[in-house]
């Protein structure tokens, strides 16, 4: 059975930085993995992913101060999150999709999805 596990979240002030975490297990490899967020009384958004090739995808809010990366022998996903802000407040999901995609900002091409880990920015 296929397991996300994310980590790294946590209270930060604004300004700061966080670094997530995510860690697959029961499987190899995935196509494409990324993150998505979902604020208090928002609907979930794309934050980054890389979705094959080395490619990455930012959304426009995220790009400049956020860093995807990508452990592929570890099936691990990074999220280096600079110059937080109190609008970054959320919960940060980690996603897996078992192909690469040409369409990494829509949560329908992911296959499996982590639980989710807060992260609030203070200001």
Do not use: H
Request: hydrophobic share 35%.
């Amino acid at each position: 059975q296929v397991q996300l596990a994310e980590s790294g979240g946590g209270l930060v002030q604004a300004g700061g930085s966080l670094r997530l975490s995510c860690t697959a297990s029961g499987t190899r490899w995935f196509g494409a993995m990324g993150w998505f967020r979902q604020a208090p009384g928002k609907e979930r958004e794309f934050v980054a992913a890389i979705p094959g090739g080395g490619i990455t995808k930012y959304s426009d809010f995220v790009k400049g101060r956020f860093t995807i990366s990508r452990d592929g022998a570890k099936i691990t996903v990074y999220l280096q999150m600079n110059s937080l802000k109190s609008e970054d407040t959320a919960i940060y999901y980690c996603a897996a999709a078992l192909r690469t995609t040409s369409t990494p900002r829509s949560p329908d091409v992911y296959n499996y999805w982590g639980q989710g880990t807060q992260v609030t920015v203070s200001s």
